[in-house]
């Protein structure tokens, strides 16, 4: 069903479409623009993707996460180096790569232009874009992965359903909630193969299985880990969680951003109602795939963050863009204006965001640190991002134990956090110091550590007497950089 045409008139270039033509400039350079240091997920993916392909299989075993990306950036990495901005580079790639894809995806409604405006200015695609994390490669396959999907299923045969079974590999490799959309998917074609032409629904569960084969290889792996790690720094999510989800695709953290779902949410439910039988089945697939996630999530105790519905947003975008056509021309240039420059001025606010201390505190350790000192991490989880800043090379030690401390470890990791005795750290590492300084870098109230980093400081005031503590001025405010000068 086509909605009506798009917003440029036919046979001139239209002083809209320059506009449309200037936000989609503006948002891809913002894609490449963010400013902060790596925080933790991004330093933990560039330890990660340093490491030979063979060993780096071997560290995605204690991460929870599939190999697809981790491969793509070790070889990016190869090219261009391991700075900021370079390992940034490949997120922000996909994500201007997925730009045309919103466009030729909402063309059929006449809300191709509409789309492709709201895309390139939408805060959560910038977010991601600007983050060496795999969220952008997923947003990048399911909008290829929907366009073969409707590629196999208007004309079926091998060559289409071969096409679907590539991408469906490539995404099943990149991000483990694929799975909820693989099998929303699956279950809507088996419901279509009970209704007459039953060639193509058939020939898109083809391509779909086949897909599912290279996972095959990787479900050892994947089965180990979902036994053994999982995100031990969050609870169990109630209900309450799914809005707050949904007001993150348009906000993304930026508080005041939030009030455009009183726009954009009636606009997403308008279209999936009245834009025809696809955007139900947009609207279905993405509605599904969110309900899926939620129930394996709760049932299993495990996380639900914005950044992990990157296999949603894509729905969500299109079935915006859709809705906002629907509208009379005057209302839809009104609304469209009003979120692209809302999203433009959140993106500029996420880019100069700092996402992390990071920075700060390696700069005020490189002007003090020696390689004779030790420096302490509780937890472990500020090692990452600040580790691959230090220009020195002191001893490094993490509470729990951390074979890198440049590299999370998250299997076992309560059971590892309830074994280790902070104390008995402290007592060690006085022992140990050697002729150099000891610094503690303490954050308290992470789950699942308790009062451990805490009872870790005060054992080691009392082994090694009482600490300066050097302030550092980070995003969130002040932290503190405990010191026991040398001997």
């Keep these: 069903?086509?909605?009506?045409?798009?917003?440029?008139?036919?046979?001139?270039?239209?002083?809209?479409?320059?506009?449309?033509?200037?936000?989609?400039?503006?948002?891809?350079?913002?894609?490449?623009?963010?400013?902060?240091?790596?925080?933790?997920?991004?330093?933990?993916?560039?330890a990660i993707s340093a490491l030979p392909p063979a060993r780096l299989v071997d560290a995605l075993r204690?991460?929870?996460?599939?190999?697809?990306?981790?491969?793509?950036?070790?070889?990016?990495?190869?090219?261009?180096?391991?700075?900021?901005?370079?390992?940034?580079?490949?997120?922000?790639?996909?994500?201007?790569?997925?730009?045309?894809?919103?466009?030729?995806?909402?063309?059929?409604?006449?809300?191709?232009?509409?789309?492709?405006?709201?895309?390139?200015?939408?805060?959560?695609?910038?977010?991601?874009?600007?983050?060496?994390r795999p969220y952008a490669?997923?947003?990048?396959?399911?909008?290829?992965?929907?366009?073969?999907?409707?590629?196999?299923?208007?004309?079926?045969?091998?060559a289409r359903a071969a096409a679907l079974a590539l991408v469906s590999a490539l995404l099943l490799l990149?991000?483990?909630?694929?799975?909820?959309?693989?099998?929303?998917?699956?279950?809507?074609?088996?419901?279509?193969?009970r209704r007459p032409g039953r060639a193509a629904p058939a020939w898109c569960l083809v391509g779909?299985?086949?897909?599912?084969?290279?996972?095959?290889?990787?479900?050892p792996v994947f089965w180990y880990q979902s036994r053994h790690t999982g995100t031990p720094w969050a609870g169990r999510s109630g209900i309450q969680v799914l809005p707050n989800l949904i007001a993150d695709w348009f906000a993304s953290g930026v508080a005041p951003a939030r009030v455009l779902l009183l726009v954009v949410w009636p606009l997403i439910v308008w279209a999936a109602v009245s834009g025809g039988r696809r955007t139900r089945l947009l609207g279905a697939a993405g509605a599904a795939t969110l309900?899926?996630?939620?129930?394996?999530?709760?049932?299993?105790?495990?996380?639900?963050?914005?950044?992990?519905?990157?296999?949603?947003?894509?729905?969500?975008?299109?079935?915006?863009?859709?809705?906002?056509?629907?509208l009379p021309r005057v209302w839809t240039v009104v609304l469209v204006g009003g979120l692209v420059a809302t999203g433009l001025a959140t993106d500029a606010v996420l880019v100069t965001k700092q996402r992390t201390e990071a920075g700060a505190v390696a700069a005020v350790l490189d002007r003090r640190l020696t390689d004779a000192d030790t420096l302490v991490f509780c937890p472990d989880q500020l090692g990452p991002d600040v580790v691959r800043r230090l220009h020195t090379h002191p001893r490094l030690v993490s509470f729990p134990?951390?074979?890198?401390?440049?590299?999370?470890?998250?299997?076992?990791?309560?059971?590892?956090?309830?074994?280790e005795d902070p104390a008995r750290l402290a007592d060690r590492l006085a022992a140990e110091r050697g002729s150099g300084a000891v610094w503690l870098i303490p954050r308290y109230g992470y789950?699942?550590?308790?009062?451990?980093?805490?009872?870790?400081?005060?054992?080691?005031?009392?082994?090694?007497?009482?600490?300066?503590q050097i302030p550092v001025r980070g995003p969130e405010g002040w932290e503190m950089l405990w010191h026991w000068p040398a001997d």
């Design 1 to 46: 069903m086509t909605v009506r045409r798009g917003l440029r008139p036919r046979g001139r270039l239209s002083a809209l479409t320059a506009l449309v033509a200037l936000v989609v400039l503006a948002g891809a350079a913002l894609r490449f623009l963010a400013t902060s240091p790596l925080w933790l997920d991004e330093a933990q993916s560039v």
């Design 447 to 468: 789950r699942p550590f308790g009062d451990r980093c805490e009872r870790l400081a005060a054992g080691l005031r009392a082994a090694l007497g009482p600490e300066r």
């Design 291 to 326: 309900l899926l996630a939620y129930v394996a999530a709760w049932l299993t105790g495990s996380a639900l963050a914005g950044r992990y519905t990157a296999v949603v947003v894509p729905f969500a975008l299109l079935l915006l863009g859709t809705g906002a056509a629907l």
């Design 62 to 132: 204690a991460d929870a996460a599939p190999p697809l990306y981790y491969l793509l950036l070790h070889g990016w990495m190869r090219l261009f180096g391991d700075g900021d901005l370079a390992v940034r580079g490949l997120s922000g790639l996909f994500a201007v790569a997925a730009l045309p894809l919103f466009h030729r995806l909402a063309r059929p409604y006449g809300a191709g232009t509409v789309t492709l405006a709201l895309a390139a200015a939408n805060p959560w695609l910038v977010r991601y874009a600007t983050e060496a």
């Design 401 to 419: 134990h951390q074979d890198d401390p440049g590299r999370l470890d998250w299997t076992d990791y309560a059971r590892r956090i309830e074994a």
């Design 137 to 158: 490669l997923e947003v990048l396959l399911v909008l290829l992965g929907v366009l073969a999907l409707e590629r196999a299923y208007r004309r079926p045969g091998p």
């Design 208 to 219: 779909l299985a086949a897909g599912a084969v290279p996972f095959l290889a990787w479900l």
């Design 174 to 193: 990149t991000h483990y909630w694929s799975l909820f959309l693989y099998a929303a998917t699956g279950a809507g074609l088996l419901v279509a193969l």
